[in-house]
């Protein structure tokens, strides 16, 4: 899946949790449904505290414009 198609096929809840996630927002501000689905779409991982953290696929999901 290339990132264009999967830029395409995400929604504005998810778009806000990228976001959220950039800015150092808490796990505990995302759904858990939202999460699930990032991390299955490797966008985003824990770090050995827990938090979320971008993936460099995420990185670059954000830092591209449309």
């Known amino acids: 899946m290339n990132d264009q198609f ?6 504005g ?14 796990a505990a501000e995302i759904p858990l449904s939202i999460q699930t ?14 938090r979320l953290t971008l993936t460099p696929r995420g990185r670059r999901m954000i830092e591209i414009p449309d």
Do not use: F, P, Q
Request: net charge positive.
């Open 13 to 26: 809840e998810e778009w806000m949790a990228l976001r959220k996630i950039a800015s150092g927002g808490k």
């Open 6 to 11: 999967l830029k395409n096929t995400l929604i």
């Open 37 to 50: 689905k990032l991390v299955m779409l490797r966008l985003i991982d824990r770090d050995h505290y827990g």
